[in-house]
């Protein structure tokens, strides 16, 4: 069997990998793919939101699945115009990821549902929002609209930060045409957590829980980031809460979109604040997030084509998805000074890897035969163990094995999750 996976990231990586391990996988084609990944897929530069590119790649090579991963190509349409060739997918068409290429849908979606999430309103006018602002508690979370690299949320502490974010998202459009629209929220507090499912638009299974790390430095400090690195499962996610959230979450949303007319079919992507007042709904992504995916499959016992199959196909069973006991921990190798100014063209030295090791690369190429740096997240170093404490430990091993100039990784991923095991 043949698979076509798009994207070129650390996420890709790990859903190869994955992939890999069914016994019917023949070939792998990557687009683009990565340095790292050239190990594991055949990889063509093509790029992710080309979709003209994509389907004619499709079109003229043997392709018997396709796994479309990235947020742009799937609000672009990729999977309706595979599809619409013969090609058999795995992730949401257009009309549902929706869910997360529009903001103001997914918000419009939970208030019309009767989903809990943070108080919010839309406007599509700069002076009107500005007006609204002057009404409001401090702080506010402002987001654009539209997709923006994981960058278009900020919170603003006070009326003049909130006045800037709104004249730099709308009027400045430092995020382009997603600024066109933004939306004003209330600040929730409270503990985060990530949660992958599966859904083929009928039956929901969540993946184990995972805390993300966004900021670049230790303690939480610095600027935003696409991730810095991940722990599973995220022991502030009980069997209680996760009960009440397949309640009032999980099935409400799968549901919503159904009524919507915008059956979604992948991996739907839930970030969870666990308030006082119950879990809320932060985001909806419409498929899986990175890093969380390179600690979320290494934990999974279950064929994951098989899965993407049952999903595709409409026939996603509650059995068919199993995660192994223990825990798993991905601290993210990035070039120093990342998510700002940074060099790349390092060469990477990577080490052997036990059965309980794992190096997903992200932002690397291959030159000459040598791996070299070429992206801010350049890698992840995963390693699974029997506790979440054993997990951070050989992670931080592993890191430690990796050799790059100007390689810089925060020291305290899983931190906050062994401090929560130890209250308890």
Do not use: W
Not at 40 to 63: L, N, R
Not at 240 to 260: G, W
Request: charged share 25%; with cysteine; proline share 4%.
């Amino acid at each position: 069997m043949k698979i076509l996976v798009v994207g070129g990231g650390g996420r890709e990586h790990a859903v190869i990998k994955s992939l890999k391990k069914n016994a019917s996988v023949t070939k792998i084609y990557a687009l683009p793919g990565n340095g790292g990944i050239a190990d594991d897929a055949e990889c063509y530069p093509v790029k992710a939101t080309d979709v003209d590119g994509i389907v004619k790649f499709a079109s003229e090579h043997p392709v018997d699945f396709a796994v479309v991963t990235p947020d742009d190509p799937l609000v672009l349409g990729c999977v309706n115009c595979l599809e619409a060739i013969g090609i058999p997918c795995f992730g949401p068409r257009a009309e549902a990821a929706i869910i997360e290429g529009s903001k103001v849908f997914s918000k419009n979606l939970m208030k019309k549902y009767g989903i809990p999430t943070a108080a919010s309103e839309s406007f599509s006018d700069a002076e009107a929002a500005i007006a609204y602002l002057k009404t409001q508690r401090y702080p506010v979370v402002i987001k654009a609209d539209g997709l923006a690299l994981g960058k278009g949320v900020i919170i603003a502490q006070n009326a003049a930060e909130a006045e800037r974010a709104v004249r730099e998202i709308m009027c400045d459009k430092i995020f382009g045409a997603s600024g066109n629209k933004i939306l004003v929220e209330e600040f929730l507090e409270g503990p985060e957590v990530s949660v992958l499912a599966f859904t083929d638009g009928k039956t929901i299974v969540p993946m184990v829980s995972s805390m993300d790390h966004k900021r670049a430095k230790d303690g939480d400090e610095g600027l935003n980031t696409g991730g810095m690195g991940t722990v599973a499962p995220n022991p502030y996610y009980t069997e209680k809460i996760a009960r009440e959230c397949m309640d009032t979450i999980f099935r409400p949303t799968v549901s919503a979109m159904n009524a919507e007319g915008r059956t979604f079919k992948g991996c739907l992507y839930f970030g969870l604040m666990l308030t006082r007042d119950g879990a809320k709904v932060i985001e909806y992504n419409c498929r899986f997030g990175d890093p969380e995916t390179q600690v979320v499959l290494p934990l999974l016992e279950s064929d994951l084509l098989t899965i993407m199959q049952a999903v595709r196909n409409g026939t996603l069973t509650q059995d068919m998805v199993r995660f192994k006991a223990g825990a798993a921990c991905c601290v993210v190798l990035a070039s120093d000074g990342y998510p700002q100014k940074y060099e790349t063209g390092y060469e990477i030295s990577t080490p052997e890897t036990g059965k309980d090791e794992f190096i997903f690369v992200a932002g690397a190429k291959k030159e000459d035969g040598r791996l070299k740096t070429s992206g801010g997240r350049v890698l992840g170093a995963t390693a699974t163990g029997d506790t979440l404490k054993e997990a951070v430990r050989k992670a931080y091993a592993l890191a430690e094995r990796v050799g790059f100039e100007n390689a810089y990784y925060r020291k305290d991923i899983g931190g906050r999750a062994l401090a929560c095991l130890r209250e308890e």
